[in-house]
């Protein structure tokens, strides 16, 4: 069965970013696996007594975590949500990469404290899941609420092929949501020559389950112009293409990553060609 891959250190950004993957696994007939990643230094103070106990402590790290996730599934609406928990040794990055090595994942969601800060499970980890797992990535800012009727917009240059895996996520998620209407927005860096006709038939043939709206803006930053987008369009979750050889591409180096996650209130999914 596929799975909807939550990832928590526990804190109010990972429980926000909780709500909304149980409320995902539940509309698109997942299974939700909740990953913890136990540093291989935490609990190890280099005393005997810690060398001794030191199972009992990832132990009871495990039960832990087990009892947080009891809390968001065990109410009548989500109680066919099928859930399991991984809890391992390890860094983040080695903990998830040996998960969906093995694991048929269809999507990974993670938070972030979006406009008052980057939290401790984002920065550097988020760039290693969206850059080296190559999995649907959606990031939850705190702010960010789960909508059962969401404005969707997908972010393109029109370059990018989106991978067979991503599309059929995306369609999948559009279904489950029944949105009829979803937007495209275009920014052009440069003097505006029109609309980009064959960009959007190719587009249209990719997503043709749902109405496209297309939109086009002239600006200079291309991340001022997203969130200016998402503001006016009341956006609830934005979708941006992750590739190394265009505008795009950009989004996702430090500085603008966190220039962007740190203004978004929104949720955003992150998408590969």
């Known amino acids: 069965m596929k799975q909807v891959v939550a990832l928590t250190d526990f804190s109010n950004c990972a429980s926000n970013a909780?709500?909304?993957?149980?409320?995902?696994?539940?509309?698109?007939?997942?299974?939700?696996?909740?990953?913890?990643?136990?540093?291989?230094?935490?609990?190890?103070?280099?005393?005997?007594?810690?060398?001794?106990?030191?199972?009992?402590?990832?132990?009871?790290?495990?039960?832990?975590?087990?009892?947080?996730?009891?809390?968001?599934?065990?109410d009548e609406q989500h109680r066919d949500v099928?859930?399991?928990?991984?809890?391992?040794?390890?860094?983040?990055?080695?903990?998830?990469?040996n998960y969906v090595s093995s694991n048929p994942v269809e999507m990974i969601v993670m938070g972030t404290m979006g406009s008052t800060g980057i939290s401790g499970l984002?920065?550097?980890?988020a760039n290693m899941v969206v850059t080296k797992l190559k999995i649907p990535t959606l990031i939850i800012p705190l702010e960010s609420k789960f909508s059962a009727d969401p404005t969707i917009t997908l972010a393109t240059d029109?370059?990018?092929?989106?991978s067979g895996e991503d599309v059929s996520a995306l369609k999948e998620l559009i279904a489950a949501f029944r949105s009829e209407k979803i937007n495209v927005l275009n920014i052009v860096e440069k003097a505006y020559s029109?609309?980009?006709?064959?960009?959007?038939?190719?587009l249209k043939e990719t997503l043709s389950n749902v109405e496209l709206k297309f939109n086009y803006i002239q600006e200079s930053s291309t991340a001022s112009g997203i969130m200016d987008f998402i503001e006016i369009s009341q956006t609830d979750i934005l979708c941006v293409v992750k590739h190394h050889h265009n505008i795009v591409y950009r989004l996702f180096n430090r500085s603008t990553v966190n220039q962007l996650m740190n203004k978004s209130v929104k949720a955003v999914l992150v998408l590969h060609e």
């Open 18 to 74: 909780m709500e909304y993957a149980v409320e995902l696994a539940r509309i698109l007939d997942l299974e939700l696996c909740v990953i913890h990643a136990i540093s291989s230094t935490e609990g190890v103070d280099n005393s005997i007594y810690n060398a001794i106990f030191i199972e009992d402590y990832y132990n009871n790290k495990r039960q832990g975590l087990a009892k947080w996730v009891d809390n968001f599934v065990s």
């Open 82 to 97: 099928k859930v399991k928990t991984v809890c391992e040794v390890g860094s983040l990055s080695s903990v998830i990469t």
């Open 122 to 125: 984002f920065g550097s980890n």
């Open 158 to 162: 029109f370059e990018a092929n989106l």
């Open 194 to 202: 029109g609309n980009n006709e064959e960009g959007e038939n190719k």
